[in-house]
């Protein structure tokens, strides 16, 4: 009998899980890449291998056929529960304008990278350290560790100490 009850207790949780979508998504959509001042920008979803290459940017000489700079504008975190391929985001459109190269993801998301470097200018992110585990401003969250006092951006950047300056983002 309390074998029986284990089981059920552990299907019923089971059951509470979040299910599995059985939703393909489509294939994105090619993204025509855009030609300024002999620079061709693209944004290829998969790389030659087939891997996957979400909210990446490439710039490319168009006279050498280079490779000058390759930018990964945003990250898509994996939910392991959910089916992989209905939370991907793939760039949907880029043009330039203001000077700068101009990007959508298919979630409606704006950004704007420096055409010369591919650094991304906009949306600002701002570090600030607070005590405790962390604080959210604007859209980063920023990570302490609590042994050295430094910052932790999520992307892995470069990280403050409590002797830095407190702003980081655009120079």
Same mark, same amino acid.
């Given at each position: 009998?309390?074998? /029986?009850?284990?089981?059920?207790?552990?299907?019923?949780?089971?059951? #509470? /899980? @979040?299910?599995? +979508?059985?939703?393909?998504?489509?294939?994105? /959509?090619?993204? !025509?890449?855009?030609?300024?001042?002999?620079?061709?920008?693209?944004? !290829?979803?998969?790389?030659?291998?087939?891997?996957?290459?979400?909210?990446?940017?490439?710039?490319?000489?168009?006279? +050498?056929?280079?490779?000058?700079?390759?930018?990964?504008?945003?990250?898509?975190?994996?939910?392991?529960?959910?089916?992989?391929?209905?939370?991907?985001?793939?760039? #949907?459109?880029?043009?330039?304008?203001?000077?700068?190269? #101009?990007?959508?993801?298919?979630?409606?998301?704006?950004?704007? /990278?420096?055409?010369?470097?591919?650094?991304?200018?906009?949306?600002?992110?701002?570090?600030?350290?607070?005590?405790?585990?962390?604080?959210?401003?604007?859209?980063?969250?920023?990570?302490?560790?609590?042994?050295?006092?430094? +910052?932790? !951006? @999520?992307?892995?950047?470069?990280?403050?100490?409590?002797?830095?300056?407190?702003?980081?983002?655009?120079?």
């Amino acid at each position: 009998m309390k074998t /029986l009850l284990t089981i059920g207790a552990a299907a019923f949780l089971i059951a #509470l /899980l @979040p299910g599995r +979508t059985n939703g393909m998504r489509t294939s994105p /959509l090619d993204v !025509p890449p855009v030609v300024h001042n002999g620079i061709e920008y693209r944004a !290829p979803h998969f790389k030659k291998d087939g891997r996957l290459n979400m909210g990446h940017v490439e710039a490319w000489d168009v006279k +050498t056929n280079s490779l000058l700079w390759d930018t990964q504008v945003y990250a898509v975190q994996i939910n392991p529960l959910i089916e992989e391929d209905v939370q991907w985001v793939f760039i #949907l459109t880029m043009r330039v304008g203001r000077g700068r190269l #101009l990007v959508t993801n298919e979630r409606g998301r704006n950004y704007e /990278l420096d055409l010369a470097t591919g650094k991304v200018k906009w949306p600002h992110f701002y570090w600030v350290l607070l005590s405790g585990s962390g604080v959210l401003l604007g859209m980063r969250l920023v990570r302490t560790r609590r042994r050295s006092g430094a +910052t932790h !951006p @999520p992307d892995g950047s470069a990280a403050a100490s409590r002797d830095d300056v407190d702003e980081r983002g655009d120079e």
